[in-house]
Each structure stands twice: as structure tokens, then as C-alpha cells.
């Protein structure tokens, strides 16, 4: 069962060149975690210090083996300093997933 991770992250002011910096060297690192699929950064157009990190696992189990590898544990470690507060982590499934259910598709 595919999940999505989103990592949310409120950056203190004046820290954004240093943090993209770390969040490539994180994305370079994870791409060859076992059960690592994709990642998008994204940053609020309402607030550009707000940021979120959303990647696609294969299953539970491959992301919880990342966020408990070292390689995670220095990268957060570097990131935490740049951050207002401690960053938030949700784990999504599909709900079709969740339900039991089949995606459809509406006639038109």
C-alpha cells in the first residue's frame, strides 16, 4: 500500500538559500532508500517560509526505516536550527485505500 509523507516546515526568516541547500543533500540521500518512490517540495504562496516536503513510499515500513536512519537524523539535526518550530510529519493512504474501494471514473 503506497503512502504519502508530508513534512511541514515553518523556516525562520533569512534562512531559505542554506535550507534548500540541505533539503537537495536530503533528496540526493533518499533516492536510494529502499521504498522511496518520488518527492516535491513545495512553499505557501501566502508565506515563502512555510515549506512542504511530500514523498511517496511503497509502504510504511520503508519510510519508518528512514526516518530512523542516521543519514534522516543528521539532515534533520542541520535543519532544525533554520526551523520556528518542530517540523510536523502526517502519513496519508489513499482513501480508496482506506475504504476498500474502487476509483470511478463519472460518465459524461
Known amino acids: 500500500m503506497m503512502i504519502k509523507v508530508i513534512v511541514s516546515r515553518q523556516l525562520s ?3 531559505e538559500p542554506n535550507y534548500e541547500i ?3 543533500e ?3 540521500t533518499v533516492v536510494i532508500a529502499s521504498g522511496f518512490i518520488s518527492a ?3 512553499v505557501d504562496v501566502n508565506d515563502a517560509n512555510h515549506r512542504l516536503l511530500i514523498s511517496h513510499w511503497t509502504d510504511i ?3 519508518q526505516k528512514w526516518l530512523y536512519s542516521e543519514a534522516r537524523k543528521n539532515l534533520v ?3 532544525r536550527p533554520m526551523l520556528c518550530y518542530e517540523e510536523e510529519v502526517k502519513i ?3 482513501s480508496e485505500q ?3 474501494l474502487v476509483s470511478v471514473t463519472p460518465h459524461r
Request: hydrophobic share 40%; net charge negative.
Open 22 to 24: 540541505l533539503l537537495k
Open 40 to 42: 516535491e517540495s513545495l
Open 92 to 94: 496519508y493512504i489513499h
Open 13 to 15: 526568516e533569512g534562512v
Open 98 to 100: 482506506h475504504l476498500g
Open 26 to 28: 536530503a533528496l540526493q
Open 61 to 63: 515500513q520503508s519510510w
Open 77 to 79: 539535526g542541520q535543519i
